[in-house]
T-cell receptor, first 114, second 115 residues
Framework: AQSVAQPEDQVNVAEGNPLTVKCTYS??????LFWYVQYPNRGLQFLLK??????LVKGSYGFEAEFNKSQTSFHLKKPSALVSDSALYFC????????????FGTGTRLQVTL | GAGVSQSPSNKVTEKGKDVELRCDPI?????LYWYRQSLGQGLEFLIY????????KSGLPSDRFSAERTGGSVSTLTIQRTQQEDSAVYLC?????????????FGPGTRLTVL
């Protein structure tokens, strides 16, 4: 079985400050990891993914994420938050070898204030 | 090119009625997924189609739910005898090929309200 945990329902950050949205995962094999963002009344937009190779993955809108195998984590980061980054963020995992479906976390709401 | 489209964007129905939700995937994408997003919940996997293979129906919550994909393109999710707990946003996604590393592209969703 595969699972994802996003321990924070909401993260509050001041504009210009760095942000981190946490994600830990569990799979039996090698993980493929994804981050998606959802703006109000919109579908999910793909941000970035980890497949293999460099543990630091760079994605859209200045976001990056670091894969840590020993801690089974894939935290989303951005050096300088913008008010426009305020949205719902979902981490997702898939077992590289076997799974057809993507398992999502429950989401973390990011609120960036001036 | 065009993204994933879904129709209708909103559907209000009465308990006990049947509803059909439509998804048009990105052209050339062979994999298609349906998810359900309930208020305050994450995304719940419903069903997965890959090419001409038998679909993975392991996420369908009851036999009132069914889906088909015609011609390897458009998909319809049907909910029979709707219940109030079926109220949710139904999201469709597609991806290129069956490789599990491919990201999924999501449509805007259909918001279903069962009165």
């Amino acid at each position: 079985a595969q699972s994802v945990a996003q321990p924070e329902d909401q993260v509050n950050v001041a504009e210009g400050n760095p942000l981190t949205v946490k994600c830990t995962y569990s799979v039996s094999g090698n993980p493929y990891l994804f981050w998606y963002v959802q703006y109000p009344n919109r579908g999910l937009q793909f941000l970035l993914k980890y497949i293999t190779g460099d543990n630091l993955v760079k994605g859209s809108y200045g976001f990056e994420a670091e894969f840590n195998k020993s801690q089974t984590s894939f935290h989303l980061k951005k050096p300088s938050a913008l008010v426009s980054d305020s949205a719902l963020y979902f981490c997702a995992v898939r077992d590289a070898g076997t799974a057809s479906k993507l398992t999502f976390g429950t989401g973390t709401r990011l609120q960036v204030t001036l | 090119g065009a993204g994933v489209s879904q129709s209708p964007s909103n559907k209000v129905t009465e308990k006990g009625k049947d509803v059909e939700l439509r998804c048009d995937p990105i052209s050339g994408h062979t994999a298609l997924y349906w998810y359900r997003q309930s208020l305050g919940q994450g995304l719940e996997f419903l069903i997965y189609f890959q090419g001409n293979s038998a679909p993975d129906k392991s996420g369908l919550p009851s036999d009132r739910f069914s889906a088909e994909r015609t011609g390897g393109s458009v998909s319809t999710l049907t909910i029979q005898r709707t219940q109030q707990e079926d109220s949710a946003v139904y999201l469709c996604a597609s991806s290129l090929g069956q490789e599990t590393y491919n990201e999924q592209f999501f449509g805007p969703g259909t918001r279903l309200t069962v009165l």
